[in-house]
């Protein structure tokens, strides 16, 4: 079909098929960057409850230190601590951004590949032309 059509056409086309593939892979890892970011900033900021205003660490960083260790006088103000910090902290909205990020990654990092490919070869066959001529 592409047999009656001017060779610039071709080539336009074809710089233009690679180019939108390119500029989609860049897309897509902007998207899977947002939700790592998203998910990093669920991780590691410290926030506070909407319920007596407690502060708690983020959850990558929170001291762990006598986690299980109730017995002591303000074992029961820990111990309502942790259930306020852990009820008010939204689990899947993170792990739902890392697990959409994931594949976004990586079809953006092949998309991404595949049109740079494409444009370097086409530059690379462009310039064998002009030097066998």
Known sequence: MT????PAVVEDRFRTRAERRKAWGIGLLIAAGLCWGY????????YETRIWSVHCSGPA??????????????GETA??????????????????ALLIGAPLAAVGGSL??????????????????????
């Not at 111990?79 to 739902?96: F, G, H, M, S």
């Open 3 to 6: 047999g009656d059509q001017h």
């Open 39 to 46: 998910a990093a900033f669920q991780l590691f900021t410290p």
């Open 61 to 74: 960083v929170a001291d762990r230190e006598g986690l299980y260790d109730f017995d002591g006088p303000d």
């Open 79 to 96: 111990r309502r601590k942790i259930a306020l910090c852990a009820e008010q902290r939204d689990w899947p909205a993170p792990v739902t």
């Open 112 to 133: 991404r590949a595949a049109g740079s490919v494409a444009l370097d070869l086409r530059e690379h066959a462009a310039d064998l032309a002009r030097a066998e001529r």
